[in-house]
């Protein structure tokens, strides 16, 4: 009797209890020189600035949200260019200069000096940048498919079929190429209906002509460009954050063949994860996988 009537308090209690309060997303901009940036938030704690790529939105990291609003302050960017972010004109606006600035300028906005950086994709470029150039931004770097600048210029210049892989990126960098595009052809590859509804409208409000200005302002132009970008990146200093790379092996657009001694360009502890079944939007394909291995990852190494 005693059993159950504790039983039935427990429950009393249970009913009462407030629901788990859901994280408040709130849109957000950064300014940098004149640009604004938008970028979503949620959560306290610790900065996690999320960078999103090519055929992307902020929107490829609400489940990575879900999972850490938790214990830290999440801001996932629109690049310049996509969405609610401004779209100043001409390929010098998307150098990598100004690319690394926009994530200052986010990690400026939240009243911080740094972050822990993650980007995909392009992102991941950026990403890998702002560790090298900004190391003082960075406390500790994820990034998603995106090779270590010195090992995909490697590829590039040396990996006959990193090279037939690329041929999509020379064409964006044609004049007109943008003419090509579309927002219902550029989210074609998300599978969940409500999603896909949100990338449309994302890219009904974005300018194609800036999202092949990223190519034509960043990605060598052959073989020849790719050789010489391959002796600058080599020359990179070293990333100084605890790095974790996260690769899909059915990557094609970025082959897995990139990340061949990524180790030797951070001088921190560097750990690389494979996930089988997984194609470029890694993220994606298999989320839980991914957003578990963040985590863990940043739990055994916690920043204040």
Do not use: C
Not at 114 to 138: F, K, N, Q
Not at 161 to 185: C, D
Not at 248 to 262: E, I, R
Not at 269 to 287: E, I, N, S, W, Y
């Amino acid at each position: 009797m005693i059993r159950a009537l504790a039983g039935l308090a427990l429950a009393a209690a249970l009913l009462a209890a407030p629901a788990a309060a859901e994280p408040v997303f709130q849109d957000r901009y950064a300014d940098n020189a004149g640009v604004k940036i938008h970028y979503t938030a949620a959560g306290e704690g610790p900065l996690v600035v999320l960078i999103h790529g090519f055929g992307d939105t902020w929107h490829t990291w609400r489940p990575l949200m879900d999972e850490l609003d938790e214990g830290y302050r999440v801001a996932a960017m629109d690049l310049r260019g996509w969405n609610l972010s401004d779209k100043p004109k001409g390929v010098d606006a998307y150098t990598y200069p100004h690319l690394i600035a926009d994530v200052a300028a986010v990690i400026r906005a939240e009243g911080r000096q740094s972050a822990i950086v993650v980007g995909h994709d392009w992102g991941g470029g950026i990403a890998w940048r702002v560790a090298t150039e900004r190391p003082e931004l960075v406390q500790r770097l994820v990034v998603l498919s995106t090779p270590h600048p010195a090992g995909l210029s490697r590829e590039l210049a040396t990996n006959p079929q990193q090279q037939r892989n690329a041929e999509y990126a020379r064409n964006f960098m044609k004049p007109g190429s943008e003419a090509a595009l579309s927002a219902e052809g550029m989210a074609d590859w998300v599978k969940d209906p409500a999603q896909k509804a949100r990338y449309v409208e994302a890219y009904k409000r974005s300018d194609f002509a800036a999202m092949m200005n990223l190519y034509r302002a960043n990605y060598p132009k052959d073989e020849a460009a790719a050789a010489e970008a391959n002796v600058r990146a080599q020359a990179m200093p070293k990333v100084k954050a605890p790095t974790l790379i996260v690769h899909g092996v059915n990557d094609t657009s970025l082959m897995a063949a990139g990340h061949n001694s990524a180790w030797t360009f951070v001088e921190a502890d560097t750990t690389l994860v494979m996930v089988p079944g997984a194609g470029h939007f890694v993220q994606a394909d298999a989320p839980e996988l991914v957003n578990r291995t963040i985590k863990d990852w940043l739990a055994a190494r916690p920043v204040e």
